[in-house]
């Protein structure tokens, strides 16, 4: 071989041995990068789960609140319906239940006091007899019923 063939030679075999040596680094760097963007992503991974058990907290929470201010949505409109509608059947002159029940418990307490009345009656009526007291001068004396006290006005 020739002096310029042995140089050419050797000039290819670093050309050869740089170009396998980039090949090697950029091999090197592709592993380096694999192996930081696990650790990378596992990091992530850790960091990022409190925050979703935060976010499951807080979203948790705002459901719990938009229930609780549905049902008193809910309650209110029912309160409402009924003042409305009791209003309404007042205007028209139509007995609400509370006032049925009202008068039930009024007709319960008069018809116990007329079967009362009726009892004492029936009672008084049994026994007739007036008791007679005697005076000094020998007359019976009839009692008169008691009157009651007026007031002066």
Known sequence: M???QVETYNGFDK?????????????GAVAEVEEEGRGLFDR???RGRPLEKRQKET????????????????????DTVTYE?????????VMTRED??????RLETLSKKLDEYAARREAGAAVISIPITKTVTG??????????????R
Not at 140 to 151: S, Y
């Open 2 to 4: 020739s002096e310029t």
């Open 15 to 27: 050309l050869l041995a740089a170009g396998r040596s980039l090949w090697l680094a950029g091999l």
């Open 44 to 46: 992530l991974v850790e």
């Open 59 to 78: 979203a948790e929470a705002v459901a719990q609140r938009a229930q609780k201010t549905a049902r008193e949505l809910g309650k209110l409109l029912q």
């Open 85 to 93: 509608s009791r209003g309404m059947l007042k205007r028209l002159n």
């Open 100 to 105: 049925v029940k009202i008068l039930s418990a």
């Open 139 to 152: 007359t019976p004396k009839v009692p008169r019923p008691r009157q009651r006290k007026t007031t002066k």
